[in-house]
Each structure stands twice: as structure tokens, then as C-alpha cells.
């Protein structure tokens, strides 16, 4: 898949566009999400080891104990209020590994209305298909 113009041109076999489509929303989420991810890292004067941009069934986003971070693809079919608060969520884990009461503390300090996007993702997310 590519774009010509204003016009995204996919292969005419259905599954070979699905799977072109998502390529291409793949390589657009890395490019959407890592400044993102750099700008919230530096807030929180910390930094990840790196990014991935997966398809996870059931995940938005993760952290590991390394830093090593990963994002669904499908954050880009979402209002980007709900990719900023998916994306504070996770590196808020890089100072924090766990959903305590601190933790959230810290996400809502940075992203204050990150209830009302946890609630969008939890009403919407199943309907983030191509």
C-alpha cells in the first residue's frame, strides 16, 4: 500500500490489502507514537530501551521492567486524546510498575483527564477494526 497524492493505493486481493493496510498503519503508529513517547519520557526524566508497534488482541500498550515499550496499532483508528493518554499510561510505568495509587497520581499529573479516555477505550476499543 502507498499514497498517490491524496489517494491510498492497496492490492486488489482482499487479503493481500488487509494485510498491506495494516503494514501501513504499523509504520504510521511508530511514527505517530515514538515523539510522543520521547516527549513523555523526558517529562518524567526517564527513558525507555525500545519501541514496537504490535497487533496484541487484548493490550493497548505495555512496559516492561527493561523499558522496552509496545503499542497497538490500532491506537491510530482512536482520537488521539486516548493515543496520548494509552502513551502517558505506559511510560508513567517506566517510574512506576504497578496501578497503585501513585501511579495513577503520576498519570493524572500529566495527563488530567485520562479517566474520560480510559472510559472511550473501554467503551469504543473493540470497535477500532479496519
Given amino acids: 500500500m502507498h499514497r498517490r497524492g491524496d489517494a491510498l493505493l492497496v492490492p486488489a486481493d482482499p487479503e493481500r490489502a488487509a494485510a498491506a493496510i495494516e503494514r501501513w ?3 504510521a503508529a511508530a511514527k505517530e507514537i515514538a515523539p510522543r513517547l520521547e516527549a513523555a519520557a523526558a517529562a518524567l526524566g526517564t527513558s525507555y530501551t525500545t519501541l514496537s508497534i504490535r497487533g496484541q488482541r487484548t493490550r493497548w500498550g505495555s512496559c516492561s521492567s527493561t ?3 509496545s ?7 482512536a482520537p488521539a486524546p486516548v493515543l496520548d493518554y494509552v502513551v502517558w499510561h505506559e511510560a508513567c510505568h517506566l ?4 496501578h497503585s495509587p ?4 503520576l498519570v493524572r499529573s500529566h495527563c488530567p483527564d485520562y479517566e ?3 472510559r472511550w477505550l473501554r467503551r469504543y476499543g473493540a470497535t477500532l477494526v479496519l
Avoid at 71 to 77: D, G, H, P, Q, V
Avoid at 95 to 98: E, I, K, L, P
Avoid at 102 to 105: P, Q, S, T
Wanted: net charge positive; proline share 0%; glycine share 4%.
Fill in 102 to 105: 501513585r501511579f495513577w497520581a
Fill in 116 to 118: 474520560e479516555q480510559r
Fill in 67 to 69: 523499558g522496552a515499550m
Fill in 95 to 98: 517510574r512506576v510498575m504497578d
Fill in 71 to 77: 503499542f497497538n496499532w490500532r491506537l491510530l483508528l
Fill in 25 to 27: 498503519y504499523r509504520r
